[in-house]
């Protein structure tokens, strides 16, 4: 039931989660929420359990009734800010970007400034409001340490067109990638769905409760004897799917803090994944119709300096 925009939930604690922390019970029972919100909104009151508040690390029986509260966000609006932007094409319709590693897409939660989102607003005033306050213009994400080629909606007409192409799977994305070990054949494809890690709500997993299907298709470009260069074609949109696919078959992208192991066996390795400082992942082809001409456009990044070190240093035409 929503009230001016007050959301309100009653739930009561299944059996099986008897004897666990009460913020463990409801990052389960609430994926919607992240830990810290459910932290938040249990310390100000709005979590009741039996009509009483509770502490996250409280432990609970299993049937208790909960009581939820969740009040509306408050409403944010990205800022125009003058950063310096690689712009590949533009036109009144589109603009396609070329996104360094480093740079989040949109505000969000702790990100209000620096985004992609905020130096398009300085150069594009226009598009304030198209898809949304927040997010103006963005039809598709790239993480924030993946660099690489997007393209954004400067009306609601393109914002639209792109949404529905991205939709029905009719985009072309290609990627490049560096990955650890060596893949047994020279193509392949990984087809595990992809849902919210069940643990760490900052990740994603195949392990998941609640999964989407995906299907990543990749070929091998080269081999460096424990790097594997490959160009990758996702052909469904989930959060890290690239990284999450080759991670859970076994080759983690060089450089990732999140899927890829804490230590490197090999000390040339440690220092590559060093030198680089984020996952080696470069988004280097996207291919669409125009929202307006309907004419199929294919746009390219090209390698960024400091993947294209990494790189030269496998080739051996530079040291470490």
Wanted: hydrophobic share 35%; charged share 30%; aromatic share 6%.
């Amino acid at each position: 039931m929503r009230t001016e925009g007050v959301s309100r939930e009653v739930f009561r604690v299944p059996v099986e989660f008897g004897g666990k922390r009460a913020d463990v019970v409801f990052s389960h029972i609430l994926p919607h929420l992240t830990r810290s919100q459910i932290k938040r909104l249990m310390e100000e009151g709005y979590i009741l359990v039996e009509g009483k508040p509770v502490k996250p690390s409280k432990k609970l029986s299993g049937g208790e009734e909960v009581y939820v509260t969740i009040l509306p966000p408050q409403p944010l609006e990205a800022i125009p800010q003058d950063l310096p932007i690689d712009i590949i094409f533009e036109d009144k319709d589109i603009v396609v970007v070329n996104k360094p590693a480093g740079m989040t897409v949109h505000p969000g939660a702790g990100t209000q400034d620096g985004t992609l989102v905020n130096a398009i607003l300085y150069r594009c005033r226009d598009i304030a409001g198209v898809g949304g306050r927040l997010r103006p213009g963005i039809v598709h994400r790239l993480d924030k340490d993946t660099s690489g080629v997007m393209v954004v909606a400067k009306n609601d007409i393109s914002h639209q067109s792109l949404v529905a192409q991205f939709k029905s799977r009719e985009v072309k994305k290609l990627y490049i990638a560096l990955v650890l070990g060596e893949p047994v054949s020279e193509t392949g494809s990984f087809s595990l769905p992809i849902g919210r890690d069940p643990v760490d709500r900052k990740k994603m997993s195949s392990k998941a409760k609640a999964t989407r299907d995906a299907l990543t298709l990749w070929r091998v470009v080269k081999r460096y004897g424990g790097i594997t260069l490959v160009e990758v074609e996702p052909k469904t949109g989930r959060t890290h799917q690239i990284r999450v696919h080759f991670a859970e078959s076994g080759y983690p992208l060089l450089g990732d803090r999140v899927y890829g192991p804490r230590r490197y066996r090999s000390k040339e390795i440690e220092a590559l994944s060093k030198r680089l400082g984020r996952q080696a992942l470069h988004a280097f082809l996207l291919g669409f119709r125009h929202p307006h001409t309907g004419e199929y456009m294919e746009f390219k990044a090209p390698v960024p300096e400091d993947l294209r070190e990494v790189i030269d240093i496998l080739e051996g035409k530079k040291t470490v």
